[in-house]
Every structure is written in structure tokens, then in C-alpha cells.
């Protein structure tokens, strides 16, 4: 396996592919250079790279089913109904046609070309891994049932109760909006003053730093005492452990800007209200940043944690109602769209980071 990322890498970084000169060097009849090899060996790359998915669609298809299953069909609108199996193939199908679409786009962009053959490796081995799975804990079913069910089993579940996942999603997505938009709001504006003002960090900071080490799921008892209903006790708790690591950093950010950067805008005339907002902010922002990455996650296992003690829905609801039951395939189904969303709101930071980091560009790693 590392011979073949170090071929991957290799290519990646091979001048054979040029930026914006890719479309009129791969004409039909153009003769010199060494372009040949370099995509040949991409194509090559690209279908290992697809070939561990391939293998898993095709143990699905022709291994034989030896331990007794249940095969129920589930309808899907008027015309259509799938089995478990059926729709596990489906899923393989898109993630097959999502990685191609992918391989060809990325070809013709040096960097996108080098993310994408840096993760051939892994979508192999996700392949096979797949595959494994499926034999052992669909196929045979030697793993300890219920609780390591197939993919197949994992699929039927969204088939089964795909409108009351959704449902559960949505609920969890509304409660972590609000709170943790709360809490970086509050944390910011509590580092701010804590870095600018020598007398509230001086009564504030300490305070900063005793609560913000206690769990915020400890507070639990007292937000549902005092807050009217449970949405709102949870997502003061997500306030909290979304409010002390960006006010700390926050803090720490602005406490650092360097003081001839204040010299030189107050040579210029500028007030405080400038300073604050023109010089210390700016230069605070990677540290803000890195404080809103890690709330993020801290904000996320709150979320989860809160809605299994209390909430009237929400997917850690979810998984606690599942777990009563021993259907522990919706578990799995309900960690995954927790992976799933939890990525999606670190591509979303991620993508606001590189936009007002933006100057940033070239100058770090």
C-alpha cells in the first residue's frame, strides 16, 4: 500500500501535467512530449482508486447468502420498492459514479489532482473494508449480532424510518444553530474585552478559566431547573462549551497584537474604536478561528449528550430510543448522518476561515 501512494504522490507532483496547457497537448495526433504515461498512469490510479468499491458491489452481488435473513422490500414512491441489499448496491453505485465525476474533474488542476491521488490508499482500503463487513456481518453473520449489523442492515433502516431520521436531523441541526452561534457570539465578544480591558480580564479571565474546565453536561440540572423548556437547556449547555475555548483563544489573540502595530494606526490618527476593530480583531482571527474549530466539536459531543438526557428528539434521542430496543443498526444509521453532518459543518467553518484568512495564503503551511 505504500508503494502505491508513493506512485500517487509521484504523479501528483509530476511536471508531465501541465495547469492550462492540459486540453490542447492531449489532441488527437499531437506528437512529442511525455504526456502518454502520466495519463495512463492517473487512469490507472483512478481505478484503483475506485476498484475497493467495486470489489464490495460485486461480493454483495455473488457471495453467497448462507446464514437465514429476513428480505423484506420497501417502497419507494408508486413505482419503485428496494430490499436492503438492492439499495447497499445503490449506495456503492453513487459512491463509484461520485469518485469517477471526481477523477475527471480533478485532472485538470494541479491541486485538486494532488488531493485526489493522496486519497487513492484509502478509498481502497474503505473498498475492501466494505467488503469484510458485508461478508462477515451480512453474508455469514459472524459477528455478534445485534449489535455489529451488516451495511446492508445499516442501509434498511434509512428505507424503514428514513422521514423520521430526517425529522430527529433537522431537530439536532435547529438546536446546534442556535446554540453554538450563541456561544461563538458571546465568546467572542467576551475575549475581546478580556484582551483589551486590563480590569475585566482581571476580574473576568479567572472566572474564564474555573468554569470553563467544568463539563458542561454538569450544568444540566440547573438549566433544566431554570430555563423554561428542554430545547433552550440544551442549548445553553452548547452555549457554554461553545463560549469558553473561543473567549480564551479570543483573549489570547488580541492580548498579542504587537504594540507598534497600535503606534503606527494611532500615528495615523486612529481611536480606540479603530484600534479594536482595524488592528487587534484582524490580528486575533486565526486565534478566533482555531477557538471556533474547537468549540465546534466540543459543541457537537454536547449536543449529542444533552439530547440522550433529555429532549424530545434530536439524533442522540434517536439513538437512545434504538438502543432500548436493541435496534442497534439505526445506531449505526444515526452515527453516520452524525459524521456525515459534523463534516459538513467543519466544511462550512473551514470555507469562512479560508475566506477571511484569505491573506493567509502563501504564507503558511
Not at 148 to 173: A, H, K, V, W
Not at 198 to 219: E, F, R
Not at 308 to 336: D, E, H, R, T
Request: glycine share 8%; net charge positive.
Amino acid at each position: 500500500m505504500s508503494i502505491l501512494k508513493q506512485r500517487a504522490i509521484r504523479l501528483a507532483n509530476s511536471s508531465y501535467v501541465q495547469k492550462d496547457a492540459l486540453p490542447s497537448r492531449f489532441k488527437p495526433g499531437r506528437q512529442g512530449g511525455n504526456y502518454t504515461p502520466a495519463i495512463a498512469s492517473y487512469i490507472g490510479l483512478s481505478a484503483i482508486s475506485l476498484s475497493g468499491f467495486f470489489i464490495a458491489l460485486l461480493v454483495n452481488l455473488f457471495f453467497r447468502q448462507t446464514a437465514e435473513a429476513d428480505i423484506n422490500t420497501y417502497p419507494l414512491g408508486s413505482s419503485i420498492s428496494l430490499t436492503a441489499d438492492e439499495a447497499y448496491r445503490f449506495v456503492l453505485a453513487v459512491l463509484i459514479l461520485i469518485y469517477g465525476v471526481a477523477a475527471v474533474y480533478s485532472f485538470w488542476r494541479e491541486e485538486r489532482r494532488k488531493q485526489f491521488l493522496s486519497r487513492v490508499p484509502f478509498r481502497f482500503v474503505i473498498g475492501l473494508a466494505l467488503s469484510l463487513w458485508d461478508i462477515l456481518g451480512t453474508k455469514l453473520l459472524l459477528l455478534p449480532q445485534p449489535f455489529f449489523p451488516g451495511p446492508s442492515r445499516i442501509i434498511e433502516s434509512f428505507l424503514m424510518e428514513g422521514d423520521y431520521i430526517l425529522q430527529n436531523t433537522l431537530y439536532s441541526l435547529r438546536l446546534f444553530t442556535v446554540g453554538f452561534t450563541l456561544g461563538v457570539a458571546f465568546g467572542v465578544g467576551t475575549g475581546i474585552l478580556i484582551g483589551w480591558f486590563p480590569k475585566i480580564y482581571y476580574w473576568v479571565y479567572p472566572v474564564l478559566k474555573i468554569t470553563g474546565v467544568i463539563p458542561a453536561v454538569a450544568w444540566m440540572p440547573f438549566a433544566l431547573t431554570l430555563l423554561p423548556t428542554p430545547f433552550w437547556a440544551a442549548a445553553f449547555l452548547i452555549v457554554i462549551c461553545a463560549w469558553f475555548p473561543v473567549a480564551f483563544l479570543t483573549a489570547q489573540g488580541i492580548a498579542s497584537t504587537p504594540k507598534i502595530n497600535f503606534e503606527v494606526a494611532q500615528t495615523l490618527g486612529a481611536k480606540t474604536p479603530y484600534l479594536v476593530l482595524h488592528v487587534a480583531i484582524p490580528h486575533a482571527m486565526p486565534q478566533i478561528f482555531t477557538g471556533i474549530s474547537s468549540a465546534n466539536g466540543f459543541a457537537f459531543t454536547t449536543l449529542v449528550m444533552s439530547e440522550m438526557l433529555g429532549q424530545p428528539g434530536g439524533l442522540g434521542y434517536y439513538i437512545n430510543a434504538s438502543k432500548v430496543w436493541s435496534a442497534y443498526y439505526k445506531v449505526f444509521a444515526a452515527i453516520i448522518v452524525m459524521a456525515v453532518l459534523f463534516s459538513a459543518i467543519m466544511k462550512v467553518i473551514g470555507a469562512i476561515q479560508s475566506r477571511v484568512l484569505r491573506w493567509q495564503r502563501g504564507l503558511v503551511k
